[in-house]
């Protein structure tokens, strides 16, 4: 297991400054992940109180993405880190921007459960949406923990999820489609249920894109846009010949 | 108008790194553009070579999206920057974040130009969706220019189409679910309309970050998740008390 270690700084304030905004990074993770987690269970059970819940902590999400950036802009301006704590940085600033999609999404999810609530419950309470719900929460918390543990081998376990997260997707897609030309007065709820796994979708994808930042933040290789089967060589031909 | 001057520095190849990656990020913003317009196109032409056109390009814009990123690493590790400068050199690095997802945004457009190909081309050549592009297209286009000219007023502009795109947005949605009541055998077209509506309107999302980025550039204020108005009002009061 490839891992950065952060105590190896001569100035102990600019450890504790690189670990104040990393500890903040995993404290937005925490509250985005809660909101996934409400915003599912608002679905489900048709929890007015708690959609409304979801909404309310966008707020504190996004002024811990402006705060964390500042944090972050400030370590780069007096502190000039270089190689490893410069990529921290950088992978920092980027994955707040992703956290904070995720909490958009969340919201979306909750106002689509205040929409429904107000709609008879159908019996299954929505379970396809919780299972591809699970899927992603799985996702983007195994991501935050590969960030806290600087766990390039856990981030790449992330995109593993996307074949089964896709196939839940397209499996809702076509449903809801059926449901719709069975039944018309069925259309806007299953709009609805269509957004949801949208959304759900794209918590997935900024999961895997919080994931490729660990992994560039351990071995200084941007692996966006390359295909999991390729990073994975890539990385194993570098350990192999003992590059750093 | 207040701008930002970058030539001030001494070494002239610190100028150069930075003016580099600058013109970097507008032929990126030109290329999204026109993967934007040609989905566009596409879709309204059933044009399925031009839809083509628009995913091949995607590896493009993917490429240097990695390309820039890189560079402004390299900026930020040798070069060190400080203050205006730094703040210009983060703002890339988000900005291309932006750009590459409406580029993501333009390729399922794109998508969707390919499967509607296939059926009879409405009488309207899809007149909404058009029209909404066209105001996102606007805002993108506003957006770039103001990063080029570093004017924070024309970026000011930007979030001012919001109101208008989003009538236009909801507009298409109601539209839609109609027809598909109307005439369930609709339905897998309607989809793709609300699908290409929601993707306009993200690009128009990404237009207004690529504007606060301008504005954060040029004035050291991070202006995400304020109401325009209250950023209008601070830039106003800072002028006027003649702070930096």
């Known amino acids: 297991m490839e891992t950065t270690d952060l105590s190896h700084h001569i100035s102990s304030r600019f450890n504790e400054d690189l670990e104040s905004v990393r500890a903040d990074l995993l404290r937005m993770g925490g509250l985005v992940e809660a909101q996934l987690q409400k915003s599912l269970a608002a679905l489900a059970d048709e929890d007015s109180a708690l959609a409304a819940d979801v909404v309310r902590d966008d707020a504190q999400v996004n002024r811990l993405e402006v705060e964390i950036d500042e944090a972050c802009l400030r370590i780069l301006a007096t502190r000039a880190?270089?190689?490893?704590?410069?990529?921290?940085?950088?992978?920092?600033?980027?994955?707040?921007?992703?956290?904070?999609?995720?909490?958009?999404?969340?919201?979306?999810?909750?106002?689509?459960?205040?929409?429904?609530?107000?709609?008879?419950?159908p019996a299954d309470r929505y379970r396809e949406i919780r299972h591809l719900g699970r899927l992603v929460e799985v996702m983007v918390h195994e991501a935050l923990d590969a960030f806290a543990r600087m766990d390039s081998d856990?981030?790449?376990?992330?995109?593993?999820?996307?074949?089964?997260?896709?196939?839940?997707y397209e499996s809702i897609q076509r449903q809801c489609v059926t449901f719709m030309?069975?039944?018309?007065?069925?259309?806007?709820?299953?709009?609805?249920?269509?957004w949801a796994a949208r959304a759900l979708e794209r918590v997935g994808d900024h999961?895997?894109?919080?994931?490729?930042?660990?992994?560039?933040?351990v071995h200084g290789q941007d692996v966006r846009h390359t295909r999991l089967e390729e990073v994975q060589s890539r990385l194993r031909a570098r350990s192999e010949g003992g590059a750093p």
């Open 181 to 194: 030309m069975e039944d018309p007065r069925q259309i806007r709820r299953m709009l609805d249920v269509t």
């Open 81 to 121: 880190p270089a190689a490893g704590d410069l990529r921290l940085v950088v992978a920092i600033t980027k994955a707040i921007t992703d956290l904070e999609r995720i909490g958009d999404e969340a919201r979306k999810i909750a106002h689509i459960a205040l929409r429904l609530a107000s709609l008879e419950r």
């Open 154 to 168: 856990a981030a790449l376990r992330v995109p593993q999820h996307d074949l089964q997260v896709d196939e839940e």
């Open 207 to 217: 999961a895997k894109n919080i994931a490729e930042y660990v992994i560039y933040m």
